[in-house]
């Protein structure tokens, strides 16, 4: 499975944003997926995750304000980000939770920048 992010952009603080991920192959329905976050120097942090039924759990941070949403017949997984902050600011991937080499490689991800 192959990932393509995209949605980011710059966004003033308190502003929306909704990143895609389309995915390739014909087995992403029944994978439980993720939204990932990171900043340079930083790891590479779980932001939201999806089960293959729809089932949701988000970090702390994040909660109330990002939504995570799939359609599997469109291979496709949303992240509808409101309420944006500064410190939302980074690079978002989707890949498989946990992630899992053999199945599926990162995407270049899409950048997203909250500033004023």
């Known amino acids: 499975v192959q990932f393509v992010e995209s949605g980011g952009g710059l966004v003033q603080p308190g502003g929306s944003l909704r990143l895609s991920c389309v995915a390739s192959?014909?087995?992403?329905?029944?994978?439980?997926m993720a939204w990932y976050r990171q900043d340079p120097g930083k790891e590479r942090d779980v932001v939201a995750s999806?089960?293959?039924?729809?089932?949701?759990a988000y970090a702390d941070s994040v909660k109330g304000r990002l939504i995570i949403s799939r359609d599997n017949a469109k291979n496709t997984m949303y992240l509808q980000m409101n309420a944006l902050k500064p410190e939302d600011t980074a690079v978002y991937y989707c890949?498989?939770?946990?992630?899992?080499?053999?199945?599926?490689?990162w995407g270049q991800g899409t950048q997203v920048t909250v500033s004023s």
């Open positions: 890949n498989l939770v946990p992630p899992n080499p053999a199945l599926a490689s």
């Open positions: 192959g014909s087995i992403f329905g029944l994978l439980p």
């Open positions: 999806i089960t293959s039924i729809g089932t949701t």
